[in-house]
């Protein structure tokens, strides 16, 4: 059976094919797109997706979309009835959209896939997934356990935002839920924005920010904001809250509470909002290790999973694994919007006929590294160069990574971009930024010069797995990025100031000849030229702007930054060769 799922019209539109439970392709839509976030229907996903899986629309057995657009509306109704008349103005603004098109998004989508080439598509073949199952379903078929504890948890979905399940062979049983208004992602979003970041993409920024402040409003948060029991269950105190109702998150008498504004974007970066960033992780942390402790409780499994916005927050993973709360921990490594589409799949395929169905368990995970998207041959890559008028030069494999650990070693910064795309937030080392982590410098220099973003942003490394643990307090692979881990003084005593963050904490990728053969060959040669199995791994891309898709966008983005050198299959090529440099400008978004 071929399932396809869908994620749209919210954030992070993606779609993904499943044959028999296994992901044969999963793609964002913003990549095609070039539209960061991009919430449209994934008609270049869908497409593409059935492109690399190598099937035609006659071929899909079952479409699934990642949620239940009634149930939401029905929240939306119900919420703005409990607080009538405050709201009025945004439920005024929010009824055409939902009674033109979201009650009846079957019809939209319908439409829509008619478009992709499904001539013949019954009406009846599209199905809707609840979103938490969605993102419970995500999280566990593809982990490497048999049975799990699932904890999913995000801003909302219908009417959950955050759930605990049990997931055991081929079957998720859904045990407890929070429901809307109260939410832990949304706790964290109204700090993003009231410390001036944007909702739903700059929370990372929130979390790597908040190293640099101390949690002096934790108690505070406690006292007035978010009633936390022992097992993690929690309530928000309503009165300081605009989301449910306004067109907001920050309001009047949640500014009072701390006793300054909102933060201005490209404002200054003061010291109290550092400590509302450090406060607030905290109090994230501390729930989700409660939450936890419950989901093991009532699973009854050692082994942990989770998924949803919320588990996109590596360092309360990190303090996860430091403290042992499961035996084994896998996160989803698309745990937002994008991975429902993965998800809903999977929850429909193994909800028919399941007692005729088993479930593989793939030792590692069943994603494939996240390299779940599109690549291009090495006479297309060629094509495409020589059209941008690229100089570059052919290089077989082990003169490549030779060429590629010098430049590096002299302190310069490459693209490179490998084989098929990653699926998720993250890139793995097909779609990257790479660079020398010894330089005090680099971390600057990349933000400032090839990023465009802000200074204190951190950068993440990517290590050879067998010498991990010689530069990280780690005990297991990290393949993903899903975790921090502290940095410790390696045997060849090496500062690693680009990827050390603040606190000593280092967002870990490790690679095997495996999962990346090219990449984890490239480490090795740079260890052999600097005694160092580590660089930075940053995404391809410059702020505002979604990761490379195409080798076009590569050359773009190389000539457009401080990029030294660029590296496409076994094409390499260097920016002082190229021509014109000064007619590509970065086109510089918000984040």
Not at 534 to 553: A, C
Request: charged residues 25%; proline residues 5%; glycine residues 6%.
């Amino acid at each position: 059976m071929r399932v396809l799922g869908i994620s749209a019209y919210f954030h992070d539109s993606a779609a993904a094919i499943i044959e028999n439970g296994i992901i044969l392709s999963a793609l964002q839509e913003e990549r095609f797109s070039r539209k960061k976030h991009d919430s449209d229907f994934p008609f270049r996903s869908i497409l593409k997706c059935m492109e690399v899986a190598n099937v035609l629309p006659e071929n899909i057995d079952a479409i699934v979309f990642y949620d239940k657009p009634l149930l939401k509306f029905e929240r939306l109704l119900e919420t703005y009835l409990s607080f009538a008349p405050k709201g009025f103005m945004s439920f005024r603004k929010a009824m055409p959209l939902w009674l033109k098109e979201k009650l009846f998004l079957r019809d939209l989508l319908y439409k829509e896939l008619k478009n992709c080439g499904f001539a013949n598509l019954d009406y009846r073949e599209i199905l809707f997934s609840e979103h938490h199952l969605s993102h419970a379903a995500s999280a566990f078929y593809p982990s490497p356990f048999e049975s799990a504890g699932i904890l999913v948890a995000d801003g909302v979905g219908e009417w959950a935002t955050t759930s605990i399940a049990a997931g055991s062979g081929n079957k998720i049983t859904l045990k407890k839920e929070i429901h809307f208004p109260h939410s832990l992602g949304l706790l964290y979003s109204t700090f993003t924005q009231y410390c001036g970041f944007k909702v739903n993409s700059g929370e990372y920024k929130l979390m790597g920010l908040a190293p640099y402040g101390k949690p002096v409003y934790q108690n505070l948060i406690k006292d007035k904001l978010i009633d936390i029991k022992p097992d993690g269950s929690y309530a928000l105190n309503l009165e300081y809250f605009e989301y449910p109702v306004g067109l907001k998150m920050v309001g009047r008498k949640f500014s009072e509470l701390f006793g300054f504004p909102t933060r201005q974007k490209e404002g200054a970066m003061q010291q109290e909002y550092m400590d509302l960033a450090a406060s607030i992780q905290a109090v994230t942390e501390d729930v989700m290790e409660k939450l936890a402790v419950n989901t093991i409780e009532t699973s009854g499994s050692p082994n942990l999973c989770l998924a949803g916005g919320v588990a996109l927050n590596c360092v309360a993973n990190g303090k996860l694994l430091q403290k042992k709360i499961a035996k084994n921990i896998w996160v989803q490594p698309a745990s937002g919007d994008a991975g429902g589409a993965i998800g809903a799949a999977l929850a429909y395929y193994y909800s028919e006929d399941s007692e005729n169905k088993i479930r593989k368990v793939d030792v590692l995970d069943g994603m494939n590294n996240c390299y779940l998207g599109n690549e291009y041959s090495a006479s297309d890559v060629i094509e495409i160069l020589n059209k941008s008028g690229a100089k570059f030069d052919e290089f077989e494999d082990e003169r490549l990574l030779e060429k590629v650990a010098e430049i590096l070693a002299d302190g310069k910064a490459v693209g490179w971009y490998q084989g098929k795309m990653e699926f998720g937030p993250r890139a793995l080392g097909n779609r990257s930024i790479l660079a020398d982590p010894r330089p005090p410098e680099m971390q600057k220099n990349l933000n400032l010069k090839i990023k465009f973003r802000e200074s204190f942003r951190p950068f993440a490394p990517v290590v050879a797995e067998e010498f991990a643990a010689d530069y990280f307090q780690m005990d297991q692979p990290s393949p993903h990025m899903m975790f921090t881990w502290n940095c410790i003084n390696n045997s060849n005593n090496i500062p690693l100031p680009a990827i050390t963050h603040l606190d000593n904490s280092a967002r870990v990728q490790t690679v095997s000849a495996l999962s990346n053969n090219k990449l984890h060959a490239l480490l090795l040669e740079f260890k052999k030229k600097t005694g160092c199995a580590v660089l930075v791994n940053t995404s391809f891309n410059v702020r505002g702007e979604p990761i490379v898709e195409s080798p076009e966008d590569a050359y773009h983005g190389f000539m457009s930054t401080g990029l030294d050198a660029l590296v496409i299959g076994n094409c390499f090529m260097e920016k002082t060769k190229q021509n014109n440099p000064e007619n590509y400008i970065p086109k510089v978004g918000e984040d």
